[in-house]
């Protein structure tokens, strides 16, 4: 069965970084294109950042480019997003979602209903 498994979350003060990382298990990593996704109480999931299986094609929601940056390691089946300049409205529930390659063309994939393979979520609080 495949596992998606979010860490790296946790409390962390306005301006300040922190890096999550996702680990897949049961799939072939690099036939996967890779998604983060993040929901905040009360308001509906919003899909973050995107990256394709090979990596040269990514995506960022205008509220968080230039500040979050994601990357993939195909040789050790891990996923990462690197958080810079956080503020207190990047507080949520943080998601990482995997969806095959084959099927689709070569971008990375925006929308949550096209992820099939979900994590539990890992909290990020951004405190002011």
């Known amino acids: 069965q495949v596992q998606v498994a979010e860490s790296g979350g946790g409390l962390v003060q306005a301006g300040g970084s922190r890096r999550l990382f996702c680990t897949v298990s049961e799939l072939t990593f690099e036939n996967y294109n890779m998604g983060w996704f993040r929901q905040a109480p009360g308001k509906e999931r919003e899909g973050v950042s995107c990256i394709n299986w090979s990596g040269d094609s990514t995506y960022y929601a205008d509220s968080v480019k230039g500040r979050f940056t994601i990357s993939r390691d195909n040789a050790n089946n891990t996923l990462s997003l690197q958080m810079n300049n956080l503020q207190p409205e990047d507080t949520a529930m943080y998601y990482c979602?995997?969806?095959?390659?084959w099927g689709g063309g070569s971008s990375c994939r925006r929308e949550s209903y096209e992820y099939g393979h979900w994590g539990a979520g890992i909290q990020v609080t951004v405190s002011s």
């Open positions: 979602a995997a969806v095959s390659r």
